[in-house]
């Protein structure tokens, strides 16, 4: 069954160093999202990307960070300077339709450590 | 604003025994409420789903019933077995969004 690869497994950076986080959403697919969450919390939404732009982001996705589906294959997430709290696990997911009409598919997730 | 509480784990069963973990939500209007499992190493899988009030997601024993006038989406299952070991996350998204709002997520350990 196809799925979602995200690489690497753990990231770990030092503070204020910029961090790009990797993705393969399944082919097929048109919607793309990142989530995080950070150890013994919720799991939160960051932003949402479709046809090329992102569709929706949360009061966490501020100017540090940015998406982009550089080839048509990868899907990435950056983070300009990296701090303290930014460690947590940061899952991307793909569907083939809008969250309404079909299951969200999700990655093993990347641990971003951040010293 | 839109939120989902679940209660804290971990949950701790023999196995064949019944489980129920409960879930509470808040939202306007109508939304979709999902259950994901995350097995040890891998990424949030659909459990099930529920769009609509009174509707009842079902897959591999697992059940829940979306009950509006108790806004609650309650996980059960009759007979657990060691395999269903995970990390359960209760969820919800409203009809205008495009992203789902997540519980805090409950361990559940199933011993033999």
């Known amino acids: 069954e196809p799925e979602v690869t995200q690489t690497p497994s753990h990231q770990v950076t030092q503070m204020g160093q910029e961090v790009i986080l990797r993705c393969v959403p399944i082919?097929?697919?048109?919607?793309f999202y990142w989530y995080r969450q950070i150890l013994g919390q919720k799991v939160e939404f960051l932003v949402s990307?479709?046809?090329?732009?992102?569709?929706?982001k949360s009061e966490i996705f501020d100017d540090q960070f940015s998406v982009e589906r550089p080839d048509g294959s990868n899907f990435t997430l950056k983070i300009r300077s990296t701090k303290l709290e930014d460690s947590a696990m940061y899952f991307c997911?793909?569907?083939?339709?809008?969250?309404?009409?079909?299951?969200?598919?999700f990655g093993n997730g990347t641990r971003l450590t951040v010293t | 604003g839109n939120s989902v509480t679940q209660m804290e784990g971990p949950v701790t069963l023999s196995e064949e025994a019944f489980l129920t973990i409960n879930c509470t939500y808040t939202?306007?209007?109508?939304?979709?409420l999902f259950w994901y499992v995350q097995y040890p190493g891998e990424g949030l899988q659909l459990l099930l789903k529920?769009?609509?009030?009174?509707d009842k997601g079902s897959n591999k024993g697992f059940e829940a019933t979306y009950r509006k006038e108790t806004t609650s989406f309650h996980l059960e299952k009759g007979s657990v077995q060691v395999s269903d070991s995970a990390v359960y996350f209760c969820?919800?998204?409203?009809?205008?969004?495009?992203?789902?709002?997540f519980g805090t997520g409950t361990r559940l350990q199933v011993f033999p």
């Open positions: 997911a793909s569907s083939a339709r809008s969250l309404q009409d079909s299951p969200l598919h």
């Open positions: 082919s097929n697919h048109l919607y």
């Open positions: 990307f479709y046809n090329n732009e992102i569709s929706e």
């Open positions: 939202a306007t209007g109508y939304p979709s």
């Open positions: 529920a769009t609509k009030a009174d």
């Open positions: 969820a919800l998204s409203d009809r205008n969004t495009d992203k789902l709002i």
